[in-house]
């Protein structure tokens, strides 16, 4: 028998022992690159593979206006989500689900079978109605839960609806607010994980792990639900007496440029948008729409002049023929014969077309043209919405003589009436130019504290305060004493220019008897609070004028949103001119404490309804001082005994 040495069992030792040391540095190495490299990446694959997600909608921020009144806000709508290998009796609740949402029972066997986590039954299983929310709960089946959801809803139904948009059944914008700040609506989205085995039994000695979703901000916003709810009514009323191809209305507040309203004929409503044709919910037609704008734009026409000190509305007088030559070519007026020998204030207060050619002619193609892209035209006006047109100017290569002249008076140029809105408000505010603009406050919804304040954007200031004050004073002569008539209001100071314009075909040429007519006005006079304009597309049944038809429109709104904003009326100022069939208001007299046959001597011009009996008269409606219109009624009270 070969014996080993003992140097040769020492060696094999120290090789073993070498190698035993080596095959525990290589574990003894990989594990602390598991443990300390890779280990969280398994932690997470571990957990992935057991853990379960289920997400959860954060809530949508509510959209306020600018006294905090709701415009657009939640309503609670859970979803069904369908966890399969929970279900245990498949069949089963597959017939109770299918019952409860209205679908057939193979559909919602599909779900309950399905190869999946868990699954939402969508559409039908989204935004649950109460009674079929009632009736999950009721039956309580396994692996069926309900998630908490909610579908948009917006108070003031139709009201608004251009400007607000609509959210889709994932609560995501689509258009309007909604979708222009849909990020900072839609909040972060929550999940409830739990375990479960590899049969997707849930683990319940391992605790879920749950995640809050993260609520949109509310936005508050410059619209004054009173002042809108104004002008929807008015243009209700106008579709309904003029039935026009459209109609919209704007105010805007002159001193920042924050929207106050906005309104669209045709209308929809938000809820009920996947039953609308595109064309109606796409077309936000004050910012929208592009059309010749009319007499309107003489206000800038009218702006660049006393700028530039080329007129004086007292002093400088203009004799208008009924026509006026430029370039070989007669630019009319739309009265037959003209208006004769007038200052150009009564240019102004006339709308007289040859006075403004005139104007424009003195001015010149480079300036008027740069007084015109100064107030905005022929750009965006920046306004947080989506759609928003640019309009039309000439090319300055374009520009002859007859161009300047149509160009004065608003005719061959196109521009959207989100343009007119801030261009005048700048002629009238003293100077300055704003970018529109409706988001105000960003709001915290927990806190109710302010997150984030957006500011008015000043643009650039384009006239003098004092070149301001003559437009203001000019344009109230309008409405006291020139077309602008019919948007007097009673106790308000009230400025404005009325709009005519011929609209043009898909041929290109001007339609015969087819007219946009438009009022823009503002008040107070002397300080606006506040600017308004309306257009009527298309008006039938009447006269085809922006003074008759728009006029009594513009005054009604501000009139109404002036005394439910709060403002004071106005002193001073001129008085109204009436013409006939016009007649001036009647002041109603004190009539407390007179006998009946006392009242002979105002039933003239009053017509006098009486409630009670006696010889008395111990009280009245209208109170004494208030003016009406003449014929209107005043109720009086009687008694037999005299309480004054």
Not at 183 to 209: N, R, V
Not at 305 to 332: W, Y
Not at 492 to 506: D, I, L
Not at 599 to 628: F, M, R
Request: hydrophobic share 35%; proline share 5%.
């Amino acid at each position: 028998m070969k014996r080993v040495s003992s140097v040769t069992v020492r060696k094999r030792i120290i090789a073993v022992f070498l190698i035993g040391l080596l095959l525990f540095l290589i574990i003894d190495v990989r594990l602390g690159y598991v443990q300390f490299v890779i280990g969280d990446d398994l932690m997470d694959l571990a957990d992935e593979s057991w853990s379960r997600d289920i997400t959860f909608e954060p809530e949508r921020g509510k959209i306020l206006d600018r006294q905090g009144e709701v415009l657009a806000e939640n309503v609670s709508a859970p979803s069904v989500i369908v966890v399969p290998k929970q279900v245990e009796n498949p069949q089963n609740t597959a017939g109770k689900m299918a019952d409860i949402l209205n679908i057939s029972e193979q559909e919602a066997y599909d779900y309950v079978t399905k190869d999946a986590v868990y699954s939402r039954v969508h559409p039908e299983g989204r935004k649950l109605s109460e009674e079929q929310e009632e009736a999950f709960r009721t039956l309580n089946l396994d692996g069926i839960y309900l998630a908490k959801d909610s579908k948009r809803h917006y108070p003031f139904d139709d009201s608004l609806s251009h400007v607000l948009g609509f959210a889709g059944i994932d609560n995501q914008g689509l258009m309007g607010l909604e979708l222009f700040y849909n990020e900072q609506l839609s909040g972060e989205e929550g999940s409830l994980s739990f375990y479960s085995d590899a049969k997707g039994q849930e683990l319940e000695q391992i605790a879920d792990d749950y995640k809050a979703p993260e609520d949109g901000l509310n936005l508050k916003t410059t619209i004054d639900s009173r002042v809108q709810t104004i002008m929807e009514r008015e243009l209700d009323l106008a579709v309904s007496q003029y039935n026009p191809d459209g109609a919209m209305a704007i105010a805007v507040d002159p001193d920042t440029g924050g929207v106050m309203g906005m309104a669209s004929r045709p209308n929809f409503h938000p809820e009920d948008y996947q039953n609308v044709d595109s064309e109606i919910y796409d077309r936000n037609l004050p910012i929208w729409s592009t059309f010749e704008p009319g007499s309107t734009f003489k206000i800038i026409t009218l702006a660049a002049a006393l700028e530039e000190q080329m007129v004086d509305l007292e002093d400088d007088e203009f004799h208008d023929d009924g026509d006026i030559s430029v370039g070989g070519t007669e630019l009319h007026c739309w009265k037959s014969g003209g208006h004769g020998h007038q200052s150009y204030l009564e240019v102004v207060q006339n709308s007289c077309n040859p006075g403004f050619v005139q104007m424009g002619s003195e001015l010149g193609e480079e300036k008027l043209f740069s007084y015109i892209e100064d107030f905005g035209f022929g750009e965006k006006t920046g306004i947080d919405l989506r759609g928003e047109g640019n309009g039309i100017l000439f090319e300055p290569e374009d520009v002859g003589p007859v161009e300047l002249g149509t160009t004065s008076f608003g005719q061959g140029v196109s521009v959207t009436p989100i343009q007119q809105v801030m261009a005048v408000s700048a002629a009238v505010n003293g100077g300055e130019l704003y970018e529109p603009y409706i988001a105000e406050e960003w709001v915290d919804p927990k806190t109710n504290q302010t997150v984030d304040k957006v500011e008015p954007t000043l643009k650039e200031n384009i006239i003098s305060e004092s070149t301001s004050e003559e437009i203001r004073y000019a344009l109230e002569s309008v409405v006291a004493e020139g077309t602008g008539r019919p948007a007097y209001v009673d106790g308000y100071r009230v400025g404005g220019k009325t709009g005519t314009a011929q609209k043009v075909g898909p041929d290109g040429n001007y339609m015969a008897d087819n007219y946009v007519v438009s009022f823009m006005g503002f008040a107070p006079a002397d300080d606006p609070e506040v600017v308004v304009y309306v257009a009527i597309d298309n008006p039938k049944g009447t006269v085809q004028f922006g003074g008759p038809v728009v006029g009594p429109i513009v005054g009604t709104i501000i009139g109404d949103s002036l005394r439910a904003m709060g403002v004071e009326p106005s002193e001073g100022g001129p008085d109204k001119e009436y013409t006939w069939p016009e007649q001036p208001p009647v002041e109603v007299p004190d009539l407390i404490g007179l006998r009946k046959e006392d009242l002979i001597e105002y039933q003239t011009n009053l017509s006098i309804e009486t409630s009670g009996s006696g010889n008395y008269i111990v009280d009245q409606a209208p109170s004494p001082g208030a003016k009406v219109e003449q014929g209107e009624k005043v109720r009086i009270y009687l008694s037999d005994e005299n309480s004054s």
